[in-house]
């Protein structure tokens, strides 16, 4: 008999997020001036023949971020961005039929691998006034669980956990022999890190990305951190060569650059600063805390404003269909030039 695997069958996917050439690209967190034009040429001035013919060489970068971050080799595994880590987490720490718990909403491939694996996805919501309960999660988990996924600061709203709410869900799914894995896609706009949480704790793994602030979304390069053990599975699971050699040599220079990655931070903060000061002052509801993005409450119908960006103004924003989100959009944020051309835009397309 043919077989094919109903859990796939029944996936929906959205696959529309190509034909942006062109677009102001505000919709899906990515650094929206990317690196310096003379530091991509100075980065790729040396890149010959041999260099993209061969497969990547993995062990050096990963023994200097290792050293970076104050882990050891063993500690860390590089990945195809940390989507791929996220999926094969899921893999490795989960079973058909398994429960994995997130807040809801939060980043889509949470719900999009526990369908494609066959797990039971179980979203704790927001409460009102876009608040996150850890409460309300550490309620969530019980004896059917078997993944707990902390977004930190998490997507769409922004909100961001401390270091004792991160514990006490770790702690509570240690009771229930569950793993907690804490995503870090957007570290470098949250206030701290829980990477020591992933080595001194049993059970549980962080990932995080090069996509967001380091521009490298095109480059495809992640990294997930925990104990030896945890790694190592992670490990068998992905493809040789499954990273990039090119997104390696970016984040190699990136990390040994010094004040880079301050002076990246910096600018986004100062763009996003004036986007919040701004349109708080046009009377728009905005929830920003965390993150490289802001939730705005359009003035008008927010599926129209959407559309008018994109059609009038070449701006692409994401909207949310949910009935409790459907009037809000979410902008990723830039520079402060680039956040005073969408300001302007949102005027033109708002009124």
């Given at each position: 008999?043919?077989?094919?695997?109903?859990?796939?069958?029944?996936?929906?996917?959205?696959?529309?997020?190509?034909?942006?050439?062109?677009?102001?690209?505000?919709?899906?967190?990515?650094?929206?001036?990317?690196?310096?034009?003379?530091?991509?040429?100075?980065?790729?001035?040396?890149?010959?023949?041999?260099?993209?013919?061969?497969?990547?060489?993995?062990?050096?970068?990963?023994?200097?971020?290792?050293?970076?971050?104050?882990?050891?080799?063993?500690?860390?595994?590089?990945?195809?961005?940390?989507?791929?880590?996220?999926?094969?987490?899921?893999?490795?720490?989960?079973?058909?039929?398994?429960?994995?718990?997130?807040?809801?909403?939060?980043?889509?491939?949470?719900?999009?691998?526990?369908?494609?694996?066959?797990?039971?996805?179980?979203?704790?919501?927001?409460?009102?006034?876009?608040?996150?309960?850890?409460?309300?999660?550490?309620?969530?988990?019980?004896?059917?669980?078997?993944?707990?996924?902390?977004?930190?600061?998490?997507?769409?709203?922004?909100?961001?956990?401390?270091?004792?709410?991160?514990?006490?869900?770790?702690?509570?799914?240690?009771?229930?022999?569950?793993?907690?894995?804490?995503?870090?896609?957007?570290?470098?706009?949250?206030?701290?890190?829980?990477?020591?949480?992933?080595?001194?704790?049993?059970?549980?793994?962080?990932?995080?990305?090069?996509?967001?602030?380091?521009?490298?979304?095109?480059?495809?390069?992640?990294?997930?951190?925990?104990?030896?053990?945890?790694?190592?599975?992670?490990?068998?699971?992905?493809?040789?060569?499954?990273?990039?050699?090119?997104?390696?040599?970016?984040?190699?220079?990136?990390?040994?650059?010094?004040?880079?990655?301050?002076?990246?931070?910096?600018?986004?903060?100062?763009?996003?600063?004036?986007?919040?000061?701004?349109?708080?002052?046009?009377?728009?509801?905005?929830?920003?805390?965390?993150?490289?993005?802001?939730?705005?409450?359009?003035?008008?119908?927010?599926?129209?404003?959407?559309?008018?960006?994109?059609?009038?103004?070449?701006?692409?924003?994401?909207?949310?269909?949910?009935?409790?989100?459907?009037?809000?959009?979410?902008?990723?944020?830039?520079?402060?030039?680039?956040?005073?051309?969408f300001v302007a835009s949102l005027q033109k397309c708002d009124k």
């Open positions: 008999m043919f077989y094919v695997n109903q859990d796939v069958v029944e996936l929906n996917r959205i696959f529309d997020q190509n034909l942006r050439e062109g677009f102001l690209r505000l919709d899906l967190n990515e650094n929206p001036g990317g690196l310096p034009k003379e530091f991509i040429d100075d980065v790729l001035k040396d890149v010959d023949s041999e260099f993209v013919a061969k497969y990547p060489e993995t062990e050096p970068f990963q023994r200097k971020l290792a050293a970076e971050l104050g882990i050891t080799r063993d500690e860390i595994v590089l990945t195809n961005g940390s989507a791929e880590a996220i999926r094969h987490i899921i893999e490795a720490f989960t079973s058909p039929g398994g429960e994995i718990i997130s807040v809801d909403p939060s980043y889509a491939m949470y719900a999009v691998y526990a369908k494609m694996y066959g797990r039971k996805h179980k979203k704790v919501p927001y409460r009102d006034g876009f608040t996150s309960s850890v409460s309300d999660i550490i309620d969530a988990i019980s004896d059917e669980t078997q993944l707990v996924i902390i977004l930190n600061p998490n997507n769409p709203v922004g909100d961001v956990y401390t270091d004792e709410e991160v514990k006490s869900i770790i702690e509570c799914a240690q009771k229930h022999e569950a793993f907690v894995l804490i995503d870090e896609a957007y570290l470098y706009f949250a206030p701290s890190t829980f990477i020591d949480m992933a080595i001194s704790y049993d059970h549980v793994i962080l990932t995080r990305t090069f996509s967001k602030l380091f521009s490298l979304a095109g480059c495809r390069l992640g990294y997930a951190v925990g104990k030896k053990e945890y790694v190592q599975l992670v490990q068998k699971l992905c493809t040789p060569h499954n990273v990039n050699a090119f997104g390696i040599r970016f984040a190699d220079r990136i990390i040994s650059s010094d004040g880079m990655v301050e002076d990246m931070v910096a600018k986004q903060t100062e763009g996003k600063e004036y986007l919040i000061d701004t349109l708080r002052k046009e009377g728009y509801f905005v929830n920003a805390m965390g993150g490289n993005f802001v939730f705005v409450k359009t003035k008008k119908d927010a599926a129209d404003v959407t559309d008018r960006l994109k059609n009038e103004e070449k701006i692409l924003v994401k909207h949310y269909t949910d009935e409790k989100y459907k009037n809000y959009i979410r902008v990723t944020t830039g520079t402060k030039d680039i956040m005073e051309k």
